[in-house]
């Protein structure tokens, strides 16, 4: 399930759209100020951020480039009502990667979010990515199938296992691994990692896999 923060200070539009958003399988974590927003950014890990710009406290647009300063890669939606080539150059160069104006129809919206949240993987429009013949993974819905199934995966490891395939074929270190891995109030354990490694070359393969000595974790999938 994806997880997606919803910054909007109108509070019955944040509330339509958090219902709908939940209605379509999102776990959508909703708030009305821009403080309140960056501590859940510090706090948490997102799949997605809706912004609205004008809101109480530090704004959608600080907000979004200091996020991207510290780190934040999530892809941004901005909701605004703005409609200027000045307010929408300022929004592309504060971090955001799509934006959606004020009224619009909640269809538009949801089109906008799968779009956005199947680019940030692939850059390319499919449902499901292929490990291996008789192992994929479901986009949409973040499961993992297995000969037709769908397997259960731990928070961790499903965490883990999004970052490889978005990084086919690279070297990944162990710091970039907990920084993705490990929310603020949580210790990093070189020993939780190794397990987490354990538990998924188990329902995917060993060979998957690969560890580079003394520099990280390599995925490979099978072509």
Not at 21 to 45: I, M, T
Not at 148 to 163: F, I, M, T, Y
């Amino acid at each position: 399930m994806s997880k997606i923060l919803l910054l909007e200070d109108d509070a019955n539009l944040n509330e339509t759209v958090t219902e709908f958003l939940e209605e379509h399988g999102y776990d959508v974590v909703s708030v009305y100020d821009g403080y309140e927003a960056q501590e859940k950014l510090y706090e948490s890990k997102y799949d997605l951020l809706l912004l609205d710009i004008n809101v109480p406290g530090i704004d959608g647009l600080d907000l979004l480039k200091e996020s991207r300063e510290e780190g934040v890669v999530a892809p941004a939606i901005y909701i605004t009502s703005m409609d200027s080539v000045d307010d929408l150059e300022r929004g592309f160069e504060s971090g955001c990667d799509d934006y959606i104006r004020k009224p619009f129809a909640l269809k538009e919206l949801l089109i906008r979010v799968e779009t956005l949240l199947k680019r940030s993987f692939f850059h390319e429009q499919k449902e499901l990515i292929q490990i291996a013949k008789n192992i994929a993974y479901d986009i949409r819905n973040n499961e993992l199938i297995i000969d037709g199934k769908s397997v259960s995966l731990g928070n961790k490891e499903s965490r883990l296992l999004k970052l490889f395939m978005k990084t086919e074929g690279e070297v990944i270190a162990h710091e970039r691994i907990y920084k993705h891995l490990w929310d603020f109030d949580e210790e990093p354990s070189d020993t939780a990692l190794r397990t987490y490694i354990k538990n998924l070359r188990k329902i995917i393969g060993k060979e998957r896999i690969v560890s580079i000595k003394k520099q990280g974790y390599k995925f490979c999938t099978q072509k």
